[in-house]
């Protein structure tokens, strides 16, 4: 594949025996259709609108997965509570989004600063609502055994392990606007001095099992940060230590958003959010799940850890400084995965090295190894800020783990040194490279980047980027522009004040119904 622009497979709807799904989050929804041949390189076309719209809209083709024979890919920027029509080989189907409006059935007021365990939950058409108190130390702060759950405006500190707990039984869970520190382990005092916490305890944690996989948790809008121990950096070796949050072998169709994590010094996180197990067609997190608006920084390893089975996740909108990797997709075995308007400051990996001289990581880290992994990946509209401390690639598979089956378009890969790539395959193929502002080398294909920019100006790519259906379509200018940020459009905002510019009257407005 080598352009975005696709033509429209004409096939009779008779022919087509399968029926289109989808799954929804609040704003992207996921589609899976297979049709009765194989479409082609250009896959599976779809349109939608918003139902009582008269124009369709054109979506960006359904990835084909040739290994199951399945149509799948995601609609995004999506309007919350807002039912949509769809169109997939002249099938006419229908999904609605989440609202952001939660039925509260009731609301237990929490005054005791005792750890708080929740066994008693509701439905669908009634959550049961936590609100807020400080609580400090227990195992946990609060253990979550129930579902239809919905925590709210705690302060939670010093928990012995991981603050909030998910067991099994939870499920349909919200936990928002709390503020979260100071939990986890003792494990060991390395070479410097520094106290270096147990792997994966976590803000927010949850060791999944084949009798319960955990489905459909909202973390949003809440502060997570300064663990009670640190990680180690690659200086000694991968990185182990504390996260904010960290899912085991869990269902999907999660959505994380407008989180705010970060540390200092001496207490940085293993991954900012992730899980396991990464060499899997399970991981973190999972399929059908959104991560966006989030804040992250102060992670020796990855700032977002997006790695195995990655079947329609969207992550988007983050912004991610102080930690070695921006976005690790290490391995996406069914895909799609989708990464667009992401930020990524500095790259940060060996502590016992000087900025100067550090070992810098890639914003996307983006391998397969032999058993898993050949899930489509797409990379549009991505910023590496560069400068001297910034990434040491744009995209990148390794030694042993090639990047395969990769686009990318529209992205600003500067990085830290101009002889070092900004695009390295490592032995990959099945990639699709072009439209992206670089300053680094090109370690791909013969003819990849044919209409890309080699420049150090970011302003270069001003109206020099191409249409992607669904993720540009309000672009301002003659055409988009390279990079996360529009010239012209509102500007990005990330963390609490992305949660707040984006959604506040909407929630005020549920909270008092």
Not at 368 to 379: I, K, N, P
Not at 483 to 512: H, I, M, P, W, Y
Request: charged share 20%.
């Amino acid at each position: 594949m080598k352009s975005l622009v696709f033509l429209a497979l004409i096939v009779p709807s008779a022919l087509f025996a399968a029926e289109p799904r989808a799954i929804s989050t609040f704003e992207s929804i996921g589609v899976y259709w297979t049709p009765p041949s194989d479409p082609g390189p250009g896959g599976c076309p779809i349109q939608f609108r918003k139902s009582g719209d008269a124009s369709w809209r054109e979506g960006l083709p359904l990835w084909f997965d040739a290994r199951n024979r399945e149509c799948r890919g995601s609609l995004v920027q999506l309007e919350p509570g807002t039912k949509y029509e769809m169109k997939v080989g002249g099938t006419l189907f229908s999904a609605s989004t989440w609202s952001e409006k939660f039925p509260i059935a009731r609301t237990v007021k929490v005054a005791s600063n005792q750890p708080l365990n929740i066994s008693d939950g509701g439905t669908a058409s009634g959550y049961v609502l936590y609100e807020g108190a400080t609580i400090e130390g227990g195992d946990s702060n609060i253990t979550i055994a129930a579902p239809y759950v919905i925590v709210r405006g705690f302060t939670l500190k010093g928990a012995k392990q991981d603050a909030i707990k998910l067991m099994p039984g939870a499920h349909d869970v919200v936990i928002e606007d709390n503020d979260i520190s100071g939990w986890g382990r003792f494990r060991y005092t390395n070479s410097k001095g520094w106290q270096i916490g147990m792997d994966m305890d976590a803000g927010v944690r949850a060791v999944c099992s084949k009798d319960w996989r955990m489905e459909r948790t909202i973390v949003q809008r809440n502060r997570i940060h300064h663990p009670r121990y640190g990680a180690n950096s690659w200086s000694w070796g991968h990185p182990a230590g504390p996260q904010a949050l960290t899912y085991s072998h869990c269902g999907g169709n999660h959505v994380i958003r407008y989180n705010e994590i970060y540390s200092e010094d001496g207490h940085y996180f293993n991954d900012g959010i992730g899980g396991e197990d990464n060499f899997s067609d399970i991981g973190f997190p999972n399929a059908d799940s959104d991560i966006y608006g989030n804040k992250i920084s102060h992670a020796w390893d990855d700032g977002i850890e997006s790695e195995g089975g990655n079947r329609n996740v969207r992550i988007w909108g983050n912004y991610l400084d102080l930690t070695a990797t921006g976005v690790a997709s290490t391995v996406t075995h069914n895909g799609p995965l989708y990464v667009f308007r992401n930020v990524y400051a500095r790259s940060r990996k060996m502590s016992e090295r000087a900025p100067e001289a550090d070992d810098r990581g890639p914003f996307a880290k983006a391998g397969r190894t032999d058993e898993w992994g050949g899930g489509r990946r797409y990379f549009f509209h991505n910023t590496s800020l560069g400068g001297p401390q910034g990434a040491g690639q744009g995209i990148s598979g390794n030694s042993g783990q090639p990047l395969t089956n990769s686009v990318s378009r529209n992205n600003l890969w500067l990085i830290w040194k101009s002889g070092w790539e900004a695009i390295n395959e490592a032995g990959g193929s099945g990639n699709d490279f072009d439209y992206d502002l670089y300053n680094g080398k090109l370690s791909t294909y013969r003819g990849a980047e044919q209409h890309g920019i080699e420049s150090e100006k970011a302003n270069a790519g001003v109206d020099r980027g191409v249409r992607i259906p669904n993720f540009n379509d309000n672009y301002v200018g003659a055409a988009p522009d390279i990079g996360a940020q529009e010239n012209g459009a509102v500007a990005l905002r990330f963390g609490l004040d992305a949660g707040e510019s984006r959604d506040a009257a909407t929630l005020r407005t549920a909270r008092k119904q």
